[in-house]
T-cell receptor, first 119, second 113 residues
Framework: EAGVVQSPRYKIIEKKQPVAFWCNPISGHNTLYWYRQNLGQGPELLIRYENEEAVDDSQLPKDRFSAERLKGVDSTLKIQPAELGDSAVYLC?????????????????FGAGSRLTVL | QKEVEQDPGPLSVPEGAIVSLNCTYSNSAFQYFMWYRQYSRKGPELLMYTYSSGNKEDGRFTAQVDKSSKYISLFIRDSQPSDSATYLCAMSSIYNQGGKLIFGQGTELSVKP
C-alpha cells in the first residue's frame, strides 16, 4: 500500500512569492489533514477535511493560506504571498473513518512533508 | 501555557539503557494518548496509543497514562541506536476520537553504540 505522498519535498522561495503543496492520501482514507511543523516544535493542525468538506480550518491563516480538496481525494495547500515566518515543514496526513483506534480507524498516517524555506 | 508540554531534550543515552520520555497536559477532555516517532526529514509515524488511563506494552515499548496527574510516559527498554529519533506525544479529546491531535514539541533522543 502506498503511503501519503507529498510534493515537492523541498521548496525555496523569496518572500512575497506564492507556493503550493500537493498531497495524495492513502486510498480509501476520507479524512485529510494539513499540519505545519516549525523547527524544534511539534506539528500544529492547519486544516482538516472530511471528504471534500473542510470541517476544521480554525487554525488556517486565511489572509494568505488557502486549501482545497477537490473530489475528496488529493489536496493542495497554497500560500500567497509567503512571509519569512512561513518557513516550516508542511505535513499532510490521512485517516479512515471508523469506530475506535483499535480497528485502525482515525489513526493518522503522515507523509514525509514539504520543507519550505522563505528567504 | 501550551496544552501539551514535553521536555525537548536532547537526550543522549548509551545503547541498552532504559529511556523515559514524558509529557504533561492541561486539558482534562483528552482521552486518546499517542506516541509518534519521527526520524530526521521524515513524517511522524505512530508508535503506540492508549485510551484513557493505564499501561500498554508493545515489545520494548511501554506507554503509561496517569489522568489524575495529567501525565503520560513512554519507556523504551534495551534502547538501540535505531531508536535515535524525535519522539512526539500527541493527544485528542473523545469528541475527535483520536482524529484532531495536539502534539507536544518532541524530545530528541540519541542512543550511542
Amino acid at each position: 500500500e502506498a503511503g501519503v505522498v507529498q510534493s515537492p519535498r523541498y521548496k525555496i522561495i523569496e518572500k512575497k512569492q506564492p507556493v503550493a503543496f500537493w498531497c495524495n492520501p492513502i486510498s480509501g482514507h476520507n479524512t485529510l489533514y494539513w499540519y505545519r511543523q516549525n523547527l524544534g516544535q511539534g506539528p500544529e493542525l492547519l486544516i482538516r477535511y472530511e471528504n471534500e468538506e473542510a470541517v476544521d480550518d480554525s487554525q488556517l491563516p486565511k489572509d494568505r493560506f488557502s486549501a482545497e480538496r477537490l473530489k475528496g481525494v488529493d489536496s493542495t495547500l497554497k500560500i500567497q504571498p509567503a512571509e519569512l515566518g512561513d518557513s516550516a515543514v508542511y505535513l499532510c496526513a490521512s485517516s479512515r473513518e471508523g469506530t475506535g483506534l483499535s480497528s485502525g480507524a482515525n489513526v493518522l498516517t503522515f507523509g514525509a512533508g514539504s520543507r519550505l524555506t522563505v528567504l | 501555557q501550551k496544552e501539551v508540554e514535553q521536555d525537548p531534550g536532547p537526550l543522549s543515552v548509551p545503547e541498552g539503557a532504559i529511556v523515559s520520555l514524558n509529557c504533561t497536559y492541561s486539558n482534562s477532555a483528552f482521552q486518546y494518548f499517542m506516541w509518534y516517532r519521527q526520524y530526521s526529514r521524515k513524517g511522524p509515524e505512530l508508535l503506540m496509543y492508549t485510551y484513557s488511563s493505564g499501561n500498554k506494552e508493545d515489545g520494548r515499548f511501554t506507554a503509561q497514562v496517569d489522568k489524575s496527574s495529567k501525565y503520560i510516559s513512554l519507556f523504551i527498554r534495551d534502547s538501540q541506536p535505531s531508536d535515535s529519533a524525535t519522539y512526539l506525544c500527541a493527544m485528542s479529546s473523545i469528541y475527535n476520537q483520536g482524529g484532531k491531535l495536539i502534539f507536544g514539541q518532541g524530545t530528541e533522543l540519541s542512543v550511542k553504540p
